[in-house]
């Protein structure tokens, strides 16, 4: 076990665990939209699990504990990245919670509670996609406004039995999720998996409606 | 047994060289070396090649016409060097197909050298000015394009004839370790932009304890108007290839991966013709030069990317994922290709190994600055007398590489700001034109070396339209993966549209400063890290450009459409003249009561070709910002208008 302290706090944890891990498990909470455990090379796209070690600002998901090292989770310089990549996140979101199912559950709520930002954050204007609902795959829609495109689903998907069903498409802005197959015979794994619904931290990928089908 | 060393392999093929030079020079015939770059090919190069043929042939007389690369002098093509038995070699510039004809009338035939269309003589002579004594000549100092422009890339023993691979034989004979040292030694730094010390990247792969290693040579160059690693691969593919044999020796790869940009046609077909012809010469693949040394060597063409130029995306890309920057580390060289410890390195940096290993590290520090040793190759576009690839020692000023070395700015306008660096870096105004050309000169003023692209500015250009160009390519090329440049350099772009089209708010400039520092900061990779550097250096030097569009709406540099008008000046317009009219692509140009002219403020869309048409003596067509100074002139009521009342 190695000794770490985080904001005056002293934790132990096995050696080669990811910082944020580390924190999340001793209950300081660090917001963070794309991490997944046990994955062998971090992501690190969401860019909100910023900490502060020696001065240098740095996503925790990507530090690993290898020795007593003095972290903080709570500097002005943190902060100020945290807003700022939340701000962004939602300057493409459409904010309808009222309307979306995750309501209430939404990590992006929570994130925005924690680092007191408003849902919706003066000085950016909102960018939105056309369309809002893409319905390519038999039973789930996805929403790429609502979509924060952490790709845990992508992820999550990838390390299934059998071939992968859903990867990123477009580019730069304009980046979505896309399922590789439209009917249920060329997407056999998807109807017991599920894997995609249950990660997704927003209310992107939604089981469509029977009435709908 | 005799024991087969490199060398003696190499003789071998060395004097397969010789024995072929010899014979064509034993004919004595004059020589027509012909730029046949895609710079060159574009200025129409393939049809000034057809009429020397053709002029040739009607002539009569017999000549050796020599396809060979680019020499860099892109304001001079097609340039033709010819060497007439009897004369100084004599370059050409700008030759069209009736100045072939010419040439080979007059000078081949007649033996006139034609003083008025030459460039100069590359030999000191008694008739003909020398082009040494040009400053676009006499400043470059040229070591990775020393044998561009002057051997056929599509000829392998063109480049050994010019001493090609016989430092790759020298060095096989001396331990990877001396080699390594070497390039230490040498303080050789990236050529691709960051400016890491290849020794280091080098020693760091050799020490990695797996067996398969990667070289990779990253000649994925996107940046808008810097075109150096395509003319050196066009040019003079082997040099890179014999760099990357050697960097393969020196940390012990054996397999090698030239990643080039589809784009790029002519590069992809001179590198794939080098590669058959060094593996069929046993300089690549198996056993190099008898030795049990083996090392394979491929292309492979990018699909367009400009992210994929990150060493990280280039990786996923080769292993055929998205190109999609990763968190670093691990570093490719500890990490990289299927895990395998990889080196990659831009095309310049390899191109600088063998002349490196030939004349030694000393050599090599004598020149530049000691931080930053060596010669750097530079694209000098934009507003500049003499653009082209220009390579220089680095801790050359910004001053004598733009105003003396390429020859200041056209049209007697005066110079605004250099962009160095691509949509990495950023534009310096002329107070840092005394700036020395290094990694960390350039840095510390908030630009970059980059790769070496450097767009010269003059005061007609809008330092916040710059921006907007710039943001607009890396939004467009950014990968989507991380929140900061997905997002971030999308507003960037958006606020700056708004700036230029005249409905910038005044909170804007703070949101400016404060997203790009966010950007700068937050961003996962490379391109996200150093994506706002154009806005935030034009923030700096620029301040009072984008208040001056926000407050008054006006743009003054005159160059945003939405914030300037053309308008016409009465009092010097010529009655009865209508010169402009018919250059008017939508009638906006109209005639006065007084028979003088004036333009629809409503219909003009601004094109600026009347100001182009109207004769310098009167010179009335004027140009304003804000848009709303110009004066309005009301039309006359046409006469089929009165007659319908």
Request: aromatic content about 6%.
């Amino acid at each position: 076990m190695t000794k770490l302290l985080v904001d005056n706090k002293e934790i132990e944890i096995e050696p080669g665990t990811v910082l944020l891990e580390a924190c999340l498990r001793n209950h300081i909470y660090i917001p963070n939209l794309c991490y997944l455990p046990g994955m062998p090379h971090p992501d690190a796209s969401c860019r909100l699990c910023f900490v502060e070690i020696d001065g240098k600002v740095v996503p925790s998901c990507t530090v690993k504990v290898n020795g007593p090292m003095r972290v903080k989770t709570d500097t002005p310089a943190v902060r100020k990245l945290q807003q700022s990549a939340l701000r962004l996140l939602l300057s493409v979101h459409e904010v309808d919670c009222a309307n979306c199912p995750a309501n209430k559950q939404c990590a992006l709520q929570e994130i925005a509670r924690f680092l007191r930002v408003g849902l919706k954050p003066k000085g950016l204007d909102r960018l939105l996609k056309e369309p809002s609902i893409v319905s390519d795959h038999p039973f789930i829609d996805f929403y790429p406004n609502r979509c924060v495109l952490c790709g845990r689903c992508v992820r999550l998907c990838r390390t299934k039995e059998g071939r992968p069903q859903m990867n990123f498409s477009a580019r730069g802005f304009n980046t979505v999720i896309s399922f590789y197959g439209a009917n249920r015979e060329s997407m056999p794994t998807c109807e017991e998996c599920r894997s995609c619904l249950k990660a997704c931290p927003v209310g992107a990928l939604v089981l469509r409606e029977p009435a709908r089908e | 047994m005799s024991q087969t060393t490199p060398r003696i392999s190499f003789n071998a093929i060395r004097e397969q060289a010789e024995k072929r030079r010899k014979e064509l020079d034993e004919t004595g015939l004059p020589k027509v070396h012909i730029g046949m770059a895609t710079c060159g090919i574009a200025a129409g190069a393939l049809e000034t090649k057809t009429a020397f043929e053709q002029a040739l042939a009607d002539q009569n007389i017999a000549a050796r016409i020599h396809a060979v690369g680019c020499l860099g002098h892109c304001y001079a093509e097609p340039l033709v060097l010819v060497e007439n038995p009897g004369w100084p070699p004599i370059f050409y510039y700008g030759v069209t197909p009736g100045n072939a004809g010419m040439i080979v009338r007059a000078f081949l035939r007649d033996g006139d050298p034609l003083l008025e269309t030459l460039l100069g003589a590359t030999e000191p002579n008694d008739l003909i000015p020398q082009v040494k004594d040009f400053p676009r000549f006499a400043f470059e100092k040229k070591v990775i394009t020393q044998k561009s422009g002057f051997i056929d890339p599509e000829d392998v023993y063109d480049y050994i004839d010019h001493g090609g691979y016989e430092t790759l034989s020298a060095c096989l004979e001396k331990s990877p370790g001396d080699i390594l040292q070497e390039v230490v030694h040498s303080g050789l730094r990236g050529r691709g932009g960051a400016g890491f010390p290849t020794g280091t990247k080098w020693r760091l792969a050799r020490e990695a304890e797996i067996e398969h290693k990667v070289v990779i040579c990253n000649a994925d160059e996107g940046d808008p108007g810097a075109y150096m690693d395509r003319t050196i691969l066009e040019s003079n593919p082997h040099q890179v290839i014999e760099g990357m044999v050697l960097c393969a020796y020196a940390v012990g790869a054996s397999k090698g991966i030239i990643y080039v940009r589809a784009e790029y046609p002519l590069a992809v077909r001179v590198i794939t013709k080098a590669l058959q012809q060094a593996e069929g010469l046993g300089l690549i693949g198996k056993n190099i030069l008898g030795t049990d040394f083996s090392f394979d060597l491929s292309l492979f063409q990018g699909s367009g990317a400009f992210v994929c130029g990150e060493e990280t995306a280039m990786i996923q890309s080769i292993e055929g994922y998205r190109g999609v920057a990763q968190h670093r580390p691990p570093y490719p060289v500890e990490k990289g290709l299927y895990g395998w410890p990889t080196v990659i390195n831009n095309v310049k940096t390899f191109a600088s190994i063998a002349p490196i290993l030939e004349r030694g590290a000393e050599w090599y520090r004598s020149m530049g600055t000691d931080k930053s040793p060596g010669t750097a190759v530079f694209s000098v576009v934009g507003n500049v007398v003499h653009p082209g690839l220009v390579e220089i020692p680095m801790g050359v000023d910004l001053r004598t590489l733009i105003l003396e070395i390429c020859g200041g700015i056209p049209n007697k306008k005066a110079f605004k700001a250099v962009q160095i660096g691509g949509p990495s870096g950023g534009c310096l105004p002329e107070r840092f034109l005394d700036t020395p050309i290094d990694f960390d000169s350039l840095t510390e003023a908030g630009a970059m070396m980059g790769s070496g692209g450097i767009v010269v500015m003059d005061e007609d250009t809008c330092m916040v339209e710059v921006a907007r160009y710039f943001l607009d390519f890396t939004q467009k090329e950014s990968c989507g993966k991380c929140t900061f440049c997905r997002v971030g350099t999308k507003h960037l772009l958006g606020i700056l549209e708004r700036i230029t089209k005249g409905e910038g708010r005044e909170t804007d400039l703070k949101t400016l400063q404060e997203l790009s520092q966010d950007i700068k900061l937050g961003s996962l990779c490379g391109l996200g890290k150093t994506a706002p550097n154009p806005v935030i250096t034009s923030l700096r030097y620029f301040r009072e450009e984008y208040e001056a569009h926000i407050k008054e709406k006006r743009c003054p540099a005159k160059m945003c459409r939405s914030l300037t008008a053309f308008y016409i000046d009465l009092d010097k317009c010529a009655r009865g003249c209508d010169a402009c009219v018919g250059s008017c692509p939508v009638e906006a140009i109209f005639t006065t009561k007084d028979r003088k002219k004036a333009v629809d403020q409503i219909l003009c869309v601004k094109c600026g070709e009347c100001m182009v048409a109207c004769p310098v003596e009167y010179s009335a067509v004027k140009k304003i910002s804000p848009a709303q100074l110009a004066p309005i002139i009301p039309r006359p009521e046409k006469k089929e208008d009165k007659k319908a009342e």
